[in-house]
């Protein structure tokens, strides 16, 4: 053979060669790049084998960081305490659960409510009703005196319905109006194994507006501390009462019966929440409280079975210084966090 024509020949087959080299390589590159989980980096490595040398691997770590959502907790998604929970002024958040009991059993319905001067009668209620609770909140203002400080407002509405009792024309037995309003302060220490992420200073309005002999309200100032970890939280909350005019105060002895504050702990896991509340009036003599248990899962799709067990005094404010037992079972849009 001529020595020309084999020099072109090695040439064209040191060509292919490489031709061949380059496809392999090319082709082991991109089922690297298909096998990468991770849509950011993926795409970041398609960049690269596309000749785009600025999608680095430091580039290609930011982009997945930007990508992947960054963990936020309970508390923080409840009050926005943290950057990536912020979601700005004026807009409505659940505050406390929203939930219907179609069912709700009372061993010990509070069929004498009334006071003063007016004749006790039996109101002939069913130890079976229904219970209603819509709360909501907003924040108010974004960072009053600094950026760790809020101010929220919220509503609580809480209805007990006699949805059964035709003799009474199945009306609403009893419903409680409770506006507040928050300064959030947030904080960040450890103590006990758990962190303090705020301080909720708060202002709270309760009524049932019901006629006299029937009417209970009262105002307090409050201040709540709240406590996380992982999927637990706390919520230490004691309160003093604003003083009344005695001769306009319908409920005197009221912190007698629901005390000076309350304590809520909450625990996520999976599907299901679960919370305790508990109220006392510390007292060594005459003591007395509540306890309160609810547990949520997941239902269809947003929707969630509830069930509410209570246990002393004051489930609604008509019945602050009636002692029952009841169970409820229902639907929740929302749980305490």
């Known amino acids: ?3 020309d024509k084999r020099r072109v020949s090695g040439t064209v087959v040191l060509l292919m060669w490489g031709s061949l080299q380059a496809y392999a390589t090319q082709a082991a590159n991109l089922e690297t790049c298909s096998a990468i989980r991770q849509d950011a980096q993926r795409l970041a490595c398609y960049d690269l084998l596309a000749g785009r040398p600025e999608e680095t691997p430091r580039a290609m770590e930011q982009q997945q960081a930007a990508a992947e959502p960054v963990a936020v907790s309970a508390l923080s998604r409840h009050w926005e305490l943290d950057n990536e929970a912020k979601q700005g002024s004026f807009l409505l958040k659940p505050h406390h659960p929203n939930f219907f009991l179609p069912v709700k059993y009372s061993d010990s319905p509070n069929n004498t409510p009334l006071q003063g001067s007016l004749l006790q009668s039996d109101q002939g209620l069913d130890p079976v ?6 709360s909501f909140k907003a924040k108010a203002v974004e960072g009053v005196f600094n950026d760790n400080v809020d101010l929220w407002v919220g509503f609580t509405g809480t209805s007990y319905w006699q949805a059964y009792n035709s003799s009474i024309s199945a009306s609403f037995r009893e419903t409680n109006y409770e506006p507040e309003a928050m300064l959030v302060f947030r904080t960040d220490y450890n103590i006990a194994g758990l962190r303090g992420r705020f301080v909720n200073l708060g202002l709270v309005h309760q009524s049932n507006g019901r006629p006299e002999g029937l009417s209970r309200s009262w105002n307090r100032v409050y201040a709540q501390f709240g406590f996380e970890r992982g999927n637990f939280a706390l919520l230490v909350r004691p309160w003093v009462r604003i003083p009344e ?3 306009d105060d319908d409920n005197p002895d009221i912190e007698d019966y629901l005390g000076n504050g309350d304590l809520l702990a909450t625990y996520r896991n999976g599907g299901n929440a679960y919370s305790i509340l508990l ?5 060594s003599s005459s003591n007395r409280g509540a306890v309160q248990v609810d547990w949520s899962f997941l239902l ?4 969630r079975g509830y069930v509410q067990y209570f246990n002393g005094y004051g489930e609604s404010l008509i019945d602050y210084n009636h002692s029952q037992q009841s169970l409820g079972i229902g639907v929740s849009r929302t749980d305490w966090m």
């Open 1 to 3: 053979m001529n020595p």
């Open 129 to 134: 009703e229904a219970k209603l609770q819509l």
């Open 245 to 247: 005019d005695a001769a």
């Open 279 to 283: 109220r006392n009036n510390l007292k």
């Open 300 to 303: 269809n799709g947003r929707l």
